[in-house]
């Protein structure tokens, strides 16, 4: 071959991925060609939604960690999640100033091999503790990078609360000088709380040694019905949960209340924490 035309096509190879045709080269100060979505959260946004989201104003975002693990024989293995999707956009809305990362789904869950913990279920994904770590870390570095001043790590299974605290509190003091603020709150992961509420409304739990009950269940039946097998479980006579037997509607309705009460509690939390 050419010696000449074999440079060529190293000059083209290098160029090609130099400037992949995928990256896109609009100006960063490039007006918005149409209205922003109402939308909370951050992956149905554009880059110039977000762009300008955060000049306007919405510089605290909402970092959520979920999980994929066994529950309930008629709860889906995603329920953090769903419920997830739920409490943080009624979060995000009453703050007004917030966007909504995407879901981190993959937390631990247990040892893989040997399997324990949740990993001894099928349907189960679990993460080491250094992974769900390192992740959330390059996560918050790069909401940091977007403009995003104060960071809030929170997670709705209790195996997630150790690693958030960890990562705010290394970020925290990491980034002290550039005034990003990272912030682990605890108080959104209080079913103990809700408990406590429920009973002054009149509604009292009994324990039945599931991994699903009443509070969990409401949440999900009002998220998104085909998590908690709404139909199957008519047909099988098994809607009572907790010692609790609704209508599906008052069940539901008692779940958009629920999240009601858990985001009016952490807005408070967050503005808190913000304010320190």
């Keep these: 071959m050419d010696r000449r035309f074999g440079s060529l096509v190293v000059l083209l190879t290098v160029g090609c991925l130099a400037n992949p045709p995928h990256i896109s080269h609009f100006a960063l100060d490039a007006l918005r060609p149409s209205a922003a979505l109402d939308t909370v959260f951050l992956e149905e946004m554009t880059w110039i939604e977000v762009r300008d989201a955060v000049r306007g104003g919405k510089t605290t975002v909402l970092v959520p960690t979920g999980g994929v693990e066994q529950n309930g024989p008629y709860l889906a293995t995603g329920k953090h999640n769903y419920i997830l999707r739920a409490t943080m956009e009624a979060v995000a809305r009453r703050l007004g100033n917030a966007l909504v990362a995407p879901i981190v789904p993959f937390v631990p869950e247990g040892n893989i091999d040997p399997p324990g913990g949740h990993m001894k279920y099928p349907g189960t994904i679990s993460v080491t503790e250094d992974t769900f770590e390192r992740l959330l870390n390059d996560v918050c570095a790069s909401l940091r990078v977007s403009g995003f001043r104060n960071i809030v ?66 949440q999900l039946l009002a998220a998104n019905p085909a998590t908690v097998r709404l139909q199957q479980r008519l047909i099988a006579g098994q809607l009572r949960i907790s010692g609790m037997s ?24 967050i503005r808190n924490a913000i304010q320190r």
């Design 153 to 218: 790590l929170l997670g709705d299974s209790e195996g997630n609360q150790q690693g958030m605290q960890a990562v705010a509190q290394r970020l925290m003091a990491q980034w002290a000088s550039d005034r990003v603020r990272v912030h682990f709150l605890a108080e959104y992961y209080n079913y103990a709380e809700v408990e406590h509420w429920l009973e002054q409304q009149g509604i009292r739990l009994e324990n039945e040694n599931v991994h699903d009950d009443f509070i969990v269940t409401a």
């Design 246 to 269: 609704m209508s599906p509607a008052e069940l539901a309705e008692w779940g958009q209340k629920i999240i009601a009460f858990r985001a009016e509690r952490t807005v408070r939390a």
